[in-house]
């Protein structure tokens, strides 16, 4: 059987994925991806492949495998939330604790200091990631530091949360659920900060029994003051194996061969690479900056490269492929 014909066959048997949801998103599986790896273009003209024929093997090894062999790794920021909203940068996790009523206006300032100093190293597509890393650790640890002086608790990450304005990826709730409801594993991998993103699950209804976050989590003293962070720091450039070595979480699904990849930085293209005896890892670069000068490096790191899209539309297209065991 042809790629083209076994593509269509997935796809047409794929379930519908049902419009009930509270998300906006309402889409026919086959409806975007499909067309591109057919012909190259699709309407929107944001997504991108290095190699089209390459992603074909691997959507139709990931249906093939069925959600048994399946798990799924993301980003955070910007991944699984938006990067833009009606115009204005969407909040990442120190964004959301910047923001609150929480912390002190030296904090406030000295956060935006190190943005300004350290992002534009982050996305300098002319700097290597070993050059990157010891600028990124100052980075980390001047703001881990400059939130201890701020007298935090434990309990104020959920009133920080309750402040913000967050926006999800349109669709997104509909790919956790439909993860849920097909027993595949959800790795949250993420730089930022732990406890930030554990509050938004649970506030936007998105923690689900398979749902799991790996990041940077506070430590607390028995009254539950912050009073640092956990040893292991994790950082956009070591999202792999080496940075989840203590944790048992690719240990228990072992069994899973098979990745959804997802995120927006190149460092998350690695994120895969703690899976016991890979088989088949599909990973989904989401270019939101720069897309331009951008574009050439994300098509070398990631298989699927889609620019400006705040939406889950392709990510469902492929679950939807996906037949339960």
């Known amino acids: ?104 206006q030296e904090f406030r300032d000295e956060t935006r200091r190190l943005l300004h100093q350290y992002y534009p190293i982050e996305v300098d597509p002319h700097m290597t990631p070993k050059e990157k890393i010891p600028l990124m650790l100052e980075w980390y640890n001047g703001a881990h530091e400059a939130l201890k002086k701020c007298d935090i608790y434990k309990k104020d990450f959920e009133t920080m949360v309750q402040e913000a304005d967050i926006h999800f990826r349109d669709g997104l709730d509909i790919f956790v659920d439909l993860t849920f409801r097909m027993n595949i594993p959800f790795l949250v991998f993420s730089a930022g900060t732990g406890d930030i993103i554990d509050a938004c699950l649970a506030q936007y209804d998105l923690k689900r029994p398979n749902v799991h976050t790996i990041s940077n989590f506070a430590t607390f003293a028995p009254d539950g003051k912050l009073i640092g962070y956990e040893k292991t720091l994790i950082h ?75 939406t889950f539309n392709i990510p469902l297209e492929i679950l939807s492929t996906v037949t339960s065991d």
């Open 1 to 104: 059987m042809s790629y083209k014909v076994l593509t269509r066959y997935l796809l047409q048997k794929s379930p519908s994925v049902q419009t009930q949801c509270r998300s906006k998103v309402i889409m026919t599986p086959g409806e975007t991806l499909h067309e591109y790896l057919q012909n190259g273009r699709v309407p929107s003209g944001k997504i991108y492949a290095k190699n089209p024929a390459i992603v074909k093997e691997k959507l139709i090894s990931i249906a093939k495998g069925g959600s048994n062999q399946l798990q799924v790794i993301t980003d955070f920021d910007y991944t699984m939330t938006k990067a833009y909203h009606d115009g204005k940068r969407g909040l990442t996790c120190y964004g959301i604790v910047e923001q609150s009523s929480v912390v002190t």
């Open 236 to 310: 956009m450039f070591n999202k792999n194996e080496h940075a989840i070595a203590a944790t048992s979480y690719f240990g228990d699904i072992k069994h899973r061969s098979n990745v959804i990849v997802m995120g927006d930085a190149l460092g998350d293209a690695d994120m895969g690479e703690g899976v016991h005896q890979p088989g088949t890892i599909l990973k989904i670069g989401f270019l939101n900056d720069k897309i331009e000068e951008r574009l050439p490096i994300f098509l070398e790191a990631f298989d699927l490269v889609l620019t400006d899209d705040q």
